[in-house]
């Protein structure tokens, strides 16, 4: 009998570790805001074979490059209002509903000018584009759809600063089911333009999850908040978000931009061949800012504990990429196979090379919100503007010279740089400064295991305690 209380204590006590481990809000939330990106790419790279399968590889071009248009116009519209979220939401109190309205109501009037702007333009920055001035109504489209994604990308930042974002996979689950079952449809209604118009009309989801965020979970939030409320210093949040502004712009600017890079220097065919790799690649470098998020909304509760979220966050992103990268780069070939002829041999060197390039982003990525969380906001804007430089100017370099593959080998370079510079400038100062001496202790913790914030002897605590404080 004792054998077997043994036996089922050793069998449950994984599942406890668990079980405690998935309940401390730093990993919960972070994990969450991962399966939702895994949930959307999954899904996401079921919508691009169909695509792929239903459209040609030019009129397939032009559609992503107008979606990847309207991406970068409400990342541009959005004022980088998402980080403020997740930074100032947790401790917003009473004024947390207010706070959200005013946040969707700037990024609406944005992201109507940018988008009107930019249609008034067309003909100087994407020629390309063209059709997106067609008439009138499908201008007014574009314009509407801009705003949607603008509300939308806000969503996510409101839901992670609530700490609820494991409704964060929900939403997006919902938008690509329904965004793919559209695709369907407009494949044999709209030929030229289904690919742009499935995505744009399933952000009608936006409507029921607004419902979700103000009728029931920030009333939820402020009850559960109150004793921890901090009043809003509006000039304080002002000069938060106009400096980390200029950084996320650089990183939209990066990640978006890109495909259109390759429509106007290589034609539609080749940003067909660049984009469907591109996504794939995205879900990889999705997992380093989702962990991040949470590491922000944890250190405004307790900024004393960040070295030690900051240095878990490091062992939990990295294994997941570290596995993620690995798969994508031995089944590449494969998975390029699936989105039809002609992509395997096309893309499959892109698709390496820009997995090979979340690795060294997760040191980038991570350095970036720990400064958020130090309100270091130079750091985070100077860290930015040297990726997107170097991305897009390496990558158009070596487009000309390699063709798309080049884009990928300059993506590569350019977050490899950035890494090393964000470790030493950042990372390295947190995690061994010399009031803890940490250099003189072993630098191999055992199973997760970090160094502890709560003293200054430069110990290493058992994994056991740190998820104990971590959620304290």
Known sequence: MRNLESVSAYLASPILRLNAHLSTPLYRNGYSLVLSSAVGSGL???????????????????????????????????????SALVRFLPQAGSRTATFVLVAFGIATIGAALASTVFLMGLSMWAPSLGFLRANLGFSLWFILATIAWTIYVLQEGVLTGLRQATWVPVKNAVFAVSK??????????????GVFSSWTV???????????????????????????????DVAQIARYVSGDYFGALCWVAATTLLPV?????????????????????????????NMGSSLVVEAAFDNARLRAYSY?????????????????????????????????TESTTLLRLLALAAVPN??????????????????????????????????????????????????????????????LVQLRPLWFSQEDDICAVSLKPLDGAIPNTADSRGLLAPPDAVDQKMGD
Not at 181 to 193: D, E, I, R, S
Not at 329 to 334: K, R, T
């Open 261 to 289: 890079v390759v429509t106007n220097e290589a034609g539609a065919t080749a940003a067909a061949y660049f984009y469907l790799p591109w996504q794939v690649a995205l879900l990889l470098l999705a997992i380093s800012p």
């Open 44 to 82: 996401g790279t079921i919508y691009w074979i169909v695509a792929a399968r239903a459209y040609s590889p030019e009129i397939l071009g032009g559609n992503s490059a107008a979606i990847a248009a309207m991406m970068f116009l409400a990342g541009v519209a959005q004022l980088n209002l998402v």
């Open 180 to 193: 793919l079952a559209l695709l369907a449809g407009f494949a044999v209604l709209l030929p030229a333009y």
């Open 362 to 423: 997760v040191l980038t990525s991570l350095s970036v919100s720990v400064a958020r969380a130090q309100r270091r906001i130079r750091v985070v804007a100077s860290t930015m503007a040297l990726l997107c430089v170097l991305a897009l100017a390496m990558s158009h370099l070596l487009l000309r010279i390699s063709g798309i593959t080049g884009v990928g080998a300059g993506w590569l370079i350019a977050q490899t740089i950035v890494a090393v510079v964000a470790f």
């Open 202 to 232: 399933a952000l009608v989801v936006v409507l029921p999850v607004n419902w979700l965020v103000f009728c029931r979970l920030i009333p939820k939030h402020i009850q559960a908040t109150e004793a921890q409320a901090c009043d809003l």
């Open 312 to 344: 878990s966050v490091l062992l939990s992103t990295m294994r997941m990429v570290g596995a993620g990268v690995v798969v994508v780069v031995a089944a590449a070939p494969y998975i390029m196979r699936v989105f039809g002829e002609g992509y395997e």
